[in-house]
DNA sequence: TATTGACTTTGAGTTAACTCCAAGTTGTAA
DNA sequence: TTACAACTTGGAGTTAACTCAAAGTCAATA
């Protein structure tokens, strides 16, 4: 699969996934003989992962760190196992706050609907 | 109140509070005869909102418009209405990406567990 | 009233995460 | 086999959201 496709699926610039590989949020993608990147599977499920945790936050710093430990093998899983227990409890956080945005602006919209009515809102 | 009793109460440093003031993100405190800032009620709440709204992503950018709105009085109260809506939506869909991310770690998190066991991860 | 610490502003600097650019290379279609 | 789009790298530039520094002012205490 070439960038332009991986771009396409994951609707991300080839910039982006350039400089995932470079600083190395995913291990170093296969190449053509000619140098030229061709995405198989795996280098994919890397792709995948990292815009998944990246949409939920996970610092690409994070990330990092993950392949980096992964690519030292098995000594590393306790270290991995901890790294992605961390990274759980920052978004489980993350979402706590969310759910407390969201009340408040279910509130607000609230009083914003009855305003819409009247024209005016009666305090705020 | 003083600044530094709202760093305190919400775990924010005074010079983002100052920042959030300077760049609109809520109106101007309430001043001393010195020009010092002596947070009221009002102040607190607009602080208050700032905060959980930015703990939920939502932009600076969009906070800003808000409050500008709001200064414009009651003729933009569709407009706040309709922004108060798209904000909602972001943090909604923010958050399901937030569970999709949830789940992948979920799983991966058991996979390591017994690979903790084993002292081997038997795929990946 | 003098000192000390907390406050003020303006503007510059930092950080994370991209995003763009220039100059050169690869691969395909005519 | 040449033209041309799509690829490559290294490095510089951008954006959002702070964060810091310098130089000066205010206010509580000794």
Known sequence: ??????????DITADTL?????VGVIPNVTRTAGGIRDYQETDIAW????ICFRD???P????????????EGDS?????????KEARE?????????????EKLDYKIGRYEIAQKTGKL???
Do not use: P, S
């Open 1 to 10: 699969m070439t960038i332009k496709e991986v771009c396409e699926k994951y």
């Open 18 to 22: 350039r400089y995932y590989e470079r």
């Open 47 to 50: 792709v995948e992962n990292a």
């Open 56 to 58: 939920a936050g996970m």
């Open 60 to 71: 690409v710093e994070m990330l990092i760190e993950y392949v980096k430990l992964f690519q």
């Open 76 to 84: 590393t899983i306790d270290a991995r196992a901890n790294l992605l």
């Open 90 to 102: 920052a978004i489980v956080e993350a979402k706590k706050k969310y759910d407390i945005a969201l």
């Open 122 to 124: 009666t305090w705020e």
